[in-house]
């Protein structure tokens, strides 16, 4: 279990990967020193990674989690009038719905790909409702989010992935313009119009701010759910016993959740750069140093979570880092919670136990938003 961080967080907790290269913060207490200073540790900085040029009007470069103060703060006033308890009031019982649905579904006694059958779906149709898609964008939703998640992964002169990403970003572009003139000239109960109407000091957003929110929601709001339903399926066909424990007693779901969201991470790094020269954990940085803050690591810290290594359901808590901490704190994290609650749910009424399916797990490779690609897993009812 992240054997390297470990060592990191004893011998080195602040130290550059490489020369020139990040530095990498491995412990808890560093990692929410610095989430907790956007002076000094700003987002902005790696604004231009989302402006490339062979692409000059990426619309995640008008989003606020490139933004620092005084910016940031305008627009997450402003998105946070629409994305308040409302939003988790409208979707609770069709999520709840849809769950129960999909769990009903899924065969028993014979391998099937959990990630694709469950765990993919239960964000994608949350998402899609969340952007008002009629349900048949969906499957294009899914695409979207996989090509726009290898943005920064592009390279100068790869042009063949430079073209499939703006032939993307244009197809997503229309049909999310679709959405908001429909939505102008009728309003809806739902976030977008709420988005429409929102007023800070008599101030709207923008349509480049509002681009860039959509997109933003589509980057940060399904890769990250869907490992989390991964990794507590993965749980599951690891600790057989579990299901039943949550299955007697469903009020300890959502501990059962946020020891997953501790033990592993969807997110696992987050970036920052310092804005003048500091120092952090007795070591000195440089202005323009870029950092990545660890949070599969910062959550495995000893010093924070006794016996971190070990999954502990009477663990008390939560105290973990899976979304960030300050400013820029998920904006989705009780809708991602929620989703996680209520796909357990289904899960331990409908089966017993998950065993594991024909064929290995395969794993992506992204540090930064880590999980199974596929994940062969036997349901028992
Ligand atoms: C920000 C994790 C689900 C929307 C963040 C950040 C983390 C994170 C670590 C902070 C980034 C930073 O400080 O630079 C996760 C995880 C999720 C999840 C682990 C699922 C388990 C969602 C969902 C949505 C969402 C479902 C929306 C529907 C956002 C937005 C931000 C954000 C808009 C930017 C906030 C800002 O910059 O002020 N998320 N997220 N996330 N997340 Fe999530």
Redesign the pocket.
Known sequence: PYPVFAELRRNAPVSQVDPGGLWAVTRYADAAAV?KNPQLFA?EGFRQAYRPAWFSDYPMADS??VMDPPH?TRL?ALVNRAFGPPVLTRLEPRIRQFVEQLAAGLPTGRSVDFAEEWSVRIPLIVMAD?LGLSPEVHPRLKRWADTFGSFTGIGPNDTERQEHMRATVAEARQHFQQVLEERRREPRDDLMSDLLRARVDGEALTDAELMGFMF??VV??ME??VH?MNHSAIRFRDEPELMGRLRADHSLIPRFVEEILRYE???HG?FRVTTQETELGGVRLPKGARMLVV?CSANRDEAQFPGADRFNLDRPGPQNL???HG??F????Q??RLEARLGTEALVTRFSRLSPGEGPVRWNTSLVVRGPLSLPLVAHP
């Open positions: 989430l987002s606020m989690l940031h997450r969340l933003l929601l940060a709001g990250t759910t989390l991470p969807p997110v987050i949070l899976p979304f960030g400013i820029h998920c904006l989705g994290a809708l991602a």
